[in-house]
T-cell receptor
Framework: DARVTQTPRHKVTEMGQEVTMRCQPI?????VFWYRQTMMQGLELLAY????????DSGMPKDRFSAEMPDATLATLKIQPSEPRDSAVYFC??????????FGEGSRLTVL | KQEVTQIPAALSVPEGENLVLNCSFT??????LQWFRQDPGKGLTSLLL?????REQTSGRLNASLDKSSGRSTLYIAASQPGDSATYLC?????????FGPGTRLSVLP
């Protein structure tokens, strides 16, 4: 049963700490998205990769957020330093080209 | 600007009713449109994908239609059940990115 896998599922940290979230896309998918979901803003696109190359990270605060794909089986989203306003659920999604999108279960981040 | 809206924001119906959820988008130059379901504390589950060349897609009790020219899609749920209670989101794919609507929160009462 192919699925997008995200770790950690939950993370509580203190302001100023570094947070790294990981995503394993579905094997064979060549597009990977990072989204952030909050009650107030809904789903916001943070970054988008195609064939491991970043195509759009305009939604990401560049001073503290970074996204990478070290290889085709791993995407990472890093926040350094974290702030309370970063508290949200972060979703990774993958797809094949402009086709159907599949989401992971999300990483719930709480920054105290 | 590419925007997606969904009406209603919330809906409560008795079990067994047929219902329609609406999705509107401002830019009709789409690749496809996808409907998702999200249960509390969970990720998004894909329900239906409609390509820009298609008019509708069906899966079980779900039927999604697409009218690109008017910028609208509807999700029809037949014979609703309490297990259908969730938030339903539509996402419009413009090739480089998906733009999501805010969702419709559905409650089906036993």
């Amino acid at each position: 049963d192919a699925r997008v896998t995200q770790t950690p599922r939950h993370k509580v940290t203190e302001m100023g700490q570094e947070v790294t979230m990981r995503c394993q896309p579905i094997l064979g998918h060549n597009t990977v998205f990072w989204y952030r979901q909050t009650m107030m803003q809904g789903l916001e696109l943070l970054a988008y990769f195609r064939n491991r190359a970043p195509l759009d990270d305009s939604g990401m605060p560049k001073d503290r957020f970074s996204a990478e794909m070290p290889d085709a089986t791993l995407a990472t989203l890093k926040i350094q330093p974290s702030e309370p306003r970063d508290s949200a659920v972060y979703f990774c999604a993958s797809g094949r080209g402009p086709g159907e999108l599949f989401f992971g279960e999300g990483s719930r981040l709480t920054v105290l | 600007k590419q925007e997606v809206t969904q009406i209603p924001a919330a809906l409560s119906v008795p079990e067994g009713e047929n219902l329609v959820l609406n999705c509107s988008f401002t830019d009709s130059a789409i690749y496809n449109l996808q409907w998702f379901r999200q249960d509390p504390g969970k990720g998004l589950t894909s329900l239906l994908l409609i390509q820009s060349s298609q008019r509708e897609q069906t899966s079980g009790r779900l039927n999604a239609s697409l009218d690109k020219s008017s910028g609208r899609s509807t999700l029809y749920i037949a014979a609703s059940q309490p297990g259908d209670s969730a938030t339903y989101l539509c996402a419009v794919n413009y090739g480089q990115n998906f733009v999501f609507g805010p969702g419709t929160r559905l409650s089906v009462l036993p």
